[in-house]
Each structure stands twice: as structure tokens, then as C-alpha cells.
């Protein structure tokens, strides 16, 4: 299962690390609430909050016992992480990125490093919005390899906007080459897994057919006609101590849902 993990988990041995594109917290606060106190996950990482940092829910959410960081911007993007335990060692830019956009935060909770990304959709092949994607996965990836020597124990997670195989969409042969399943971006993902980073949900589920985004329109969630854009990756350090990883629809099947739906990884040092 590679490298033995090294360091401490500060949660009685055990961590529960979600991500989920959450496609508006004003909208989806109410969800939010609602899972945190059904899924009792240590770690979240949320993407496209949509809000500014001075309207950020933070009283909300540490009424359900969480501490968050967030990085946003009005009506776009944001990020935030929200934890159980103290959050440390902060980042919401990183270096040779000079990007508005506010896609980025990176923080260190109970020993693991956590990258939570809001990847560029990039709107089509060819693009330049598409360019814009590769150049930010690449300034990602450059990041990514001086920061996992610093921190061995470390989780890359967030809405990727990219299916990593066939596997992950739904119809491959009618997306074909287009966007979220070109080479290049499928290329990009790959150099950042090949610095020592594994699909979690790939450890324990090889199959087609398990998505965590589904288009709102043509009934996409009831016909299953979707793709799984959003991952969890974990490091050498940490695969072997990875005990589960899955995709959570039931959020998706509520009123007024997120498009997207959480995945959660499980770590455990028994």
C-alpha cells in the first residue's frame, strides 16, 4: 500500500477529510448544516462559496462545532476549509500564481497538509479560458512538488474539473476529447498524481459509473448521466492509512441541491 504513514493524527487516531462544491453557501448553508450533522466529518474543504470573506456563515458553522478559514470574492469562486480541530500555517495564494481568482487555500489540520483547489472549468478546448487552465494546473503542480517534501502527509482535494478516465463519464464516447476530458487537461492531472499523489476513491472502487456532478438539467441525477470531477488525493504517506473513500449522492437528492455532491476519504492508524 506504499510508504507507511509518518506523524500524528490529532482526531483519536482517526480523520474523516470531505470536499464538496457546495455552488453557493448562502444558497446551500441549510444543506451544509445538515450534513455536517449527519456525515460528523474532521475536515472540509468547500469550493464555490460565491461570497465575500465579510459574509462568510463562520458563526453558523462553529454552532456545529467547526473552526474555518475561508479566501472569497462576491458572486464567484471561494474556497474555505472548516475543521474540528486548529487550522494552521495558512495559504490562500501560492507562489508563480499571481491569479485574482479566489480557487487556492492550503492549511495544516491535525498533521496533514490540506490543499483544497477550485480547478478552472476552462469553457472549451481551445479557449483561451481553456490556456488559462493548463498554465494553472501546471503553477499548481510546480507548488505542489516543493510542498509535499515539507509536508509528506498531505491530501490534494477540491472539484478538479477534470474526469480522470473514461471510467468517470458517462457517456465517453459522446464527450469525447471535449472539455473536462481532453489530453492535455487529463495530462495536467496526471503530473500532479505523479509527484506521489493517488485517487483515493480509485483505491477502493475500480468500476465505471460513480459520479459526484450531475448536470441539472435532462434529469442528468435520476439517469445517472453524470461525471466525477472531484477528488480526494492522498499522498505516499498517507495510502496506507486510508481505510475508505466514497461518494455521498444523498445531498444531491435534497431540494434545491448543489450540482455537485460530497466525497469523503477515511484515515485511520489501526
Not at 87 to 99: A, K
Not at 195 to 205: A, T, V
Not at 249 to 262: A, G, Y
Request: proline share 5%.
Amino acid at each position: 500500500m506504499g510508504a507507511a504513514f509518518t506523524g500524528v493524527l490529532a482526531y483519536n487516531g482517526a480523520m474523516k477529510i470531505a470536499s464538496w462544491n457546495v455552488n453557493s453557501l448562502k444558497v446551500r448553508l441549510p444543506h451544509l448544516q445538515q450534513w455536517l450533522t449527519d456525515a460528523q466529518p474532521d475536515v472540509v474543504a468547500l469550493q464555490e462559496t460565491k461570497l465575500e470573506d465579510s459574509k462568510f456563515p463562520a458563526d453558523e458553522i462553529a454552532a456545529l462545532g467547526y473552526r474555518c478559514v475561508f479566501s472569497g470574492q462576491k458572486t464567484y469562486n471561494g474556497v474555505a476549509i472548516l475543521a474540528r480541530g486548529e487550522i494552521t500555517d495558512v495559504m490562500t495564494d501560492i507562489p508563480g500564481l499571481d491569479d485574482p481568482q479566489r480557487r487556492i487555500l492550503v492549511a495544516t489540520v491535525g498533521g496533514v497538509r490540506v490543499v483544497n483547489l477550485y480547478v478552472v472549468n476552462g469553457k472549451a478546448v481551445g479557449d483561451e479560458k481553456y490556456a488559462y487552465k493548463l498554465n494553472w494546473l501546471a503553477r499548481v503542480r510546480d507548488f505542489l512538488a516543493d510542498e509535499i517534501t515539507r509536508y509528506p502527509n498531505m491530501v490534494v482535494l477540491g472539484d478538479f474539473n477534470i474526469c480522470p478516465d473514461d471510467r468517470d463519464v458517462y457517456d465517453p464516447v459522446a464527450w469525447g476529447e471535449d472539455i473536462l476530458c481532453s489530453p492535455p487537461e487529463r495530462a495536467g492531472l496526471a503530473a500532479i498524481t505523479a509527484l506521489g499523489l493517488h485517487d483515493s476513491f480509485r483505491l477502493f472502487e475500480a468500476e465505471a459509473g460513480h459520479f459526484s456532478w450531475w448536470d441539472y438539467r435532462q434529469a442528468a441525477f435520476r439517469r445517472n448521466m453524470g461525471l466525477r470531477i472531484d477528488l480526494i488525493l492522498i499522498s505516499d504517506a498517507l495510502k496506507s492509512a486510508a481505510t475508505s473513500s466514497v461518494i455521498d449522492r444523498t445531498p444531491r437528492t435534497w431540494e434545491r441541491p448543489s450540482d455537485h455532491t460530497p466525497v469523503t476519504l477515511e484515515l485511520s492508524l489501526s
